[in-house]
């Protein structure tokens, strides 16, 4: 298995910003989707958003609009933009490939700790 490199995570205040970035060696070329999850202490893990290899994306609708995903396929890297952060957007973020067998099975990733104080 190849590790996702998950990145961008840290404290900021609320209100601030954070841009989350996650790169998978091989997601381009194998078509993966990427998909942003989060789960903060002692909750559910929480779907955000995917992006798809051919661009399309979607949101969870409690983040649509402070929340955005893209990608930059020559790096095979995905990020999340996070804006007008809140406390209750405290939580480990973790990026997952989706798609072919490939895209499930290849990568593992540790998450990225995103913690917002008010």
């Known amino acids: 298995q190849v590790q996702l490199v998950e990145s961008g995570g840290g404290s900021v205040q609320a209100g601030g910003s954070l841009r989350l970035s996650c790169t998978a060696p091989?997601?381009?070329?194998?078509?993966?989707?990427m998909h942003w999850y989060r789960q903060a202490a002692g909750k559910q893990r929480e779907w955000i958003s995917f992006?798809?290899?051919?661009?399309?994306?979607s949101y969870a609708g409690s983040l649509k609009g402070r929340f955005s995903i893209s990608k930059d396929k020559a790096k095979d890297t995905v990020y999340l933009q996070m804006n007008s952060l809140k406390p209750e957007d405290t939580a480990m973020y973790y990026c997952?490939?989706?798609?072919?067998?490939?895209?499930?099975?290849?990568?593992w990733g540790q998450g990225t700790q995103v913690t917002v104080s008010s």
């Open positions: 091989g997601f381009t070329s194998h078509s993966c989707d």
């Open positions: 992006i798809t290899s051919d661009g399309t994306s």
């Open positions: 997952e490939t989706h798609g072919s067998t490939w895209c499930r099975e290849t990568f």
